[in-house]
């Protein structure tokens, strides 16, 4: 798969039930996809895979994500702004 | 022709609410079934429903069905036909237990029974005290419903067509529905479904104004799908607002915050609410506040370098007020805008909530158009149901807690009438060639190249236009100015190219199909607000600021075809019970 086609794909993965999760994905992919290393992108098609009810826990911080970095990526994902 | 093709006897377009809910009864009763989302399923917008839903249980105080009934025909503003009215209240009782057999968490009371609150707009005993109506599971009841629904479905082996999108349906000479053509995301091989009955579950179009709580996914399509297929649009001009969405975003700012002491203020640093609703202040009614922000805005005093919105203050309640009792704005602030309320005022705008127009249908689900013999014919395997759909139980407008009901209750009898249906009609009608052209070359228009504007311009100025001129502000001059911009712009999609022509995950590909959508169902909205001079619901006119039961208590048609207006009666009779007439709404 070429870069293009990846960021395609994860841009229509961005594509959720809740306006707030879209909104906070596309201004990340927007702002940092060009600089995310191989496994930054591993682990944010991981959390892409999580539902939408946990990612809005996470992302308002009414839970944290266990695994180490889950928990960076969501921090980071939360403080571009735009 | 060489497309591939594949057969069920039934299709269901939207996974929310409403269309896993047919699909389950399909499936329970042996139907071959595909459902095709755009989206994974547990993705769709019903995921967002937080409030709950409202079913007449007396489980917290006593209630009554028809107390239900009474509440949401007062708040249709009696626009909501009746017959639909009371089938949706009683049936909501059953609904929400056979959802608690399937499964789904509902908060419960100390002696197990299931849990519910007090919402606006909801009483006891025909408009007496505050009931206690909504069933919620926790603040995740939409959450809980599509995954117990598609759990279910699962298990009943219904066949999903996971991220395909649904670009027109097939239609016959004689009219009938005959699946549609879908489009493969992955790959952008486009596929025939063809099948016996179509339900069109795709949900609402909030997208269409700039500021809404809407998620991306809300664009009409099963509503533009409709019109291409000579269906109309019924009541579009009603549509949910709420006073105070985070500015250029859209979420909402509750109105918690106001009730809390909030209060808002224009770029002059007035508290302008005092020039509209001297008496009760920020806490006016919903559409007195938007108007008010909306006047503000129009009359350069908003804020910000656009000037394009106002300032809701709590910094005067001090951290520990925000903080304590507000703590999901404070959250919101900081996370959108980099700000803390508790430091620094809010900026906000009226944001675009609920669609209760759509598809018209019966109280079966079938969609149902003027034709020769009357205002309400059947159209021949076509089906809808959930947002996209106009039973109507809405009216001019909606009840929290009443929709998650509607795409539950709907979504079922549809299901219900598509098993009768396939029992009747067990065989395919033949499929033309010629059905699928329109829908092959709406596709293939999109491969043309060469300069012109992107679907991201021609988008934002649609969202833009339809904030400006027929959100909260409507009057006759606004509104046909608009209209004429919407009608310049809708030529512009003509001059529209993709840069990106590639076949895997064209997501550019898709938003111009969204794109087409959202133009067609912003001009049934458009011209239906036009048409409509009376106040109603969530319709309110500056220049007819009364509603006007003699001229307008019927429904408006929007057809494509001539941008024309039709109207129908409203049914005041209900299945069993008298009539609730038209009073003055008083709250
Ligand atoms: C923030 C928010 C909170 C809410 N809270 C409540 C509440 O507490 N109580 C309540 O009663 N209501 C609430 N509502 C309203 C309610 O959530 C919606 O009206 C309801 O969920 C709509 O359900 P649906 O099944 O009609 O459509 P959706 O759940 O929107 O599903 C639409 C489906 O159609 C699919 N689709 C669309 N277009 C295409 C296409 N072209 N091709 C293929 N698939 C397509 C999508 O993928 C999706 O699966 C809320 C709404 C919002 C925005």
Redesign the pocket.
Known sequence: MDAAEELRRLRWQCRR???ELDLLFSRFLDACYSGLSSEDKSDLLRLLNYQDQILQDWFFRAAVPADVRLRELVARIRSVHC | MSLPKRRFDSLI?????????AALRLSAADARVA???????T????????????AALANVLPDDWHWHMFDTVKGSDYLGDQDAIEYMCREAIPTVYELEHAGVPFSRLDNGRIYQRAFGGMSQNFGGDQAAR?C?AADR??HAI?HTLYQQNLRARTHF?DE????DLLRDEEGAILG?L??EIETGAPLVIEAKTTLL????Y?QVFRT????F??????MA?ALRAGVPLQDMEFFQFHPTGVAGKG??ITEGARGEGGYLMNVRGERFMERYAPKALDLASRDVVSRAIATEVREGRGCGEEGDHVLLKLDHLGRDVVGRRLPGISEICRTFLGIDPAEEPIPVFPTA???MGGIPTDRLGRVVAPARHGPEEVVPGLYA?????CVSVHGAN?L????????LVF?RAAGNDIIQFLKEKPNHRPLPDSAVEPALARLARWDRKGEGETVHAVKADLRKLMEDHCGVFRTEAVMAEGVDKLKALRERIDGVRLRDHSQTFNTAR?EA??LD?LVDVGMATLMSALYRQESRGAHSRVDFPKRDDANWMKHSLYFREGDRMDFKPVRTKPLTVESFPPKERVY
Do not use: W
Not at chain 2, 217 to 222: C, L, Q, S
């Open positions: 039930g809740m306006l | 377009i939207g996974a929310g609410g409403a269309g896993l809910n459902v095709v989302s755009k989206v994974f399923p993705r769709s917008h019903t995921v967002a429903a937080q409030g709950g839903v409202n909504t919620a009841t939409g599509l067509f395909f999108f649904a670009i549609a879908v489009l579950a795709t949900g609402g909030g809404t709580t809407n998620a996914i809300n664009t009409g399509d099963g799908m979420m909402l909530h609920y669609a149901a959930g947002e996209c759909a909606r929290g807690g009443n929709s998650l009901l509607d795409i979504g898709i199909l969204e959508n």
